[in-house]
T-cell receptor, first 115, second 112 residues
């Protein structure tokens, strides 16, 4: 149980294009999902908290107009990187909060490369 | 604010050696504590957790005890395998539904 998937696992895009990453909780409902960014050999940096049916809460320094988050259902949150640039290349990981409200389960991550 | 400090790696061990990864935390309340493991190219997997003082989390031969008096949650395994090679993250959550604060991660390499 408590499986979280992400799609796609890898994406390569040209500078200036937009990329959408999906995060799904497969066997449980998640009112809260989180989006993280991870640079090589570094820890995870929380980008935003996504709550079903409401606007996401962004961490300080994260551009909300660049990283659009939508949490349309209890099992799906999407992160759209708009007008991507090479500096947006990174490993993006989502997590979903389990029913106990205490444990986050993580997706396998999406590696974004912007050329 | 909350913070988590864990020992820097990389930690290189031989198979069947004893592993300890130190983790200490700073929090204003009574957080829940977690260890996550990340295998190369993958997301994080929950390894174990503890929600209150003196609780011991355990899984796959790994153990960690929530020590409120020393604000620590050290990870241990008595006999590591090559397949334990990964990056290990200590984390805390201040309250239910709240975001995680991660340590910097410790890379462990187990050689045959």
């Amino acid at each position: 149980g408590a499986v979280v998937s992400q799609h796609p696992s890898r994406v390569i895009c040209k500078s200036g294009t937009s990329v959408k990453i999906e995060c799904r909780s497969l066997d449980f409902q998640a009112t809260t999902m989180f989006w993280y960014r991870q640079f090589p050999k570094q820890s995870l940096m929380l980008m935003a908290t996504s709550n079903e049916g409401s606007k996401a809460t962004y961490e300080q320094g994260v551009e909300k107009d660049k990283f659009l988050i939508n949490h349309a259902s209890l099992t799906l949150s999407t992160l759209t990187v708009t007008s991507a640039h090479p500096e947006d290349s990174s490993f993006y990981i989502c997590s979903a909060m389990a029913g106990d409200g205490d444990t986050q389960y993580f997706g396998p991550g999406t590696r974004l490369t912007v050329l | 604010g909350n913070s988590v400090t864990q020992m820097e790696g990389p930690v290189t061990l031989s198979e069947e050696a004893f592993l300890t990864i130190n983790c200490t935390y700073t929090a204003t309340g009574y957080p829940s504590l977690f260890w996550y493991v990340q295998y190369p190219g993958e997301g994080l997997q929950l390894l174990l957790k503890a929600t209150k003082a003196d609780d011991k989390g355990s899984n796959k031969g790994f153990e960690a005890t929530y020590r409120k008096e020393t604000t620590s949650f050290h990870l241990e395994k008595g006999s590591v395998q090559v397949s334990d090679s990964a990056v290990y993250f200590c984390a805390l959550s201040e309250a239910a539904g709240n975001k995680l604060t991660f340590g910097g991660g410790t890379r462990v390499l187990v050689k045959p």
